[in-house]
Nanobody, 116 residues
Framework: QVQLVESGGGLVQPGGSLRLSCAAS????????MGWYRQAPGKQRELVATITSGGSTNYADSVKGRFTISRDNAKNTVYLQMNSLKPEDTAVYYC??????????WGQGTRVTVSS
């Protein structure tokens, strides 16, 4: 099994930055991709960004140019650098790990609030 633990959420003013981390443990050899998703109050969970084991990335249009996903294989950790944050970025952010189309695990979520 794969376990994921997110951290780095918090309260930030509009225009500010945060970096989220997602540390993987357990059967990490089975992971070939990881991603960040978010769920705002009253809305469905949506894709934010994904990264493959080869380093290919994909972003939601709403975050392109502001967010960057990266990974540190030595630390088994994926990051989401979020810049120029907007109030509409407020959500609980979740990371997941996949093996192809199979979702291996979800993290517990970390809350991001963008407000003045």
């Amino acid at each position: 099994q794969v376990q994921l633990v997110e951290s780095g959420g918090g309260l930030v003013q509009p225009g500010g930055s945060l970096r989220l981390s997602c540390a993987a443990s357990g059967s990490i050899f089975s992971i070939n991709g990881m991603g960040w998703y978010r769920q705002a109050p009253g809305k469905q969970r949506e894709l934010v960004a994904t990264i493959t084991s080869g380093g290919s990335t994909n972003y939601a249009d709403s975050v392109k140019g502001r967010f960057t996903i990266s990974r540190d294989n030595a630390k088994n950790t994926v990051y989401l650098q979020m810049n120029s944050l907007k109030p509409e970025d407020t959500a609980v952010y979740y990371c997941n790990a996949v093996a192809g189309s199979l979702i291996l695990s979800w993290g517990q979520g970390t809350r991001v609030t963008v407000s003045s």
